[in-house]
């Protein structure tokens, strides 16, 4: 399904879209947070090859190694509107 009949459908059921907006910085932990998550993730995907076709990609976000965010493609869909 293309982006355009998504977008499309979610204006029709009364979705609205908002833009990110970066409120958290990263801590030191966080490294150690990710590790554990990919873990949690690669079993998972091992258990049930097919997990990842369960999630629903709403949208990209570019992240750059100097910790900056495009987010300007990056939105997301709530039923209530956010304005």
């Not at 907006?21 to 873990?39: A, G, T």
């Not at 100097?66 to 997301?76: A, I, K, L, M, Y």
């Amino acid at each position: 399904m293309s982006q355009t009949s998504v977008r499309r459908n979610l204006k029709f059921i009364n979705f609205h879209p908002y833009k990110i907006h970066l409120v958290q910085k990263l801590n030191e932990d966080d490294f150690d947070r990710r590790n554990e998550f990919c873990d949690i993730m690669m079993t998972r995907i091992d258990q049930l090859p097919n997990f990842l076709f369960n999630i629903a990609f709403s949208d990209e976000a570019s992240f750059e190694i100097n910790g900056n965010v495009n987010r300007h493609n990056c939105r997301f869909w709530t039923d209530e509107n956010p304005h």
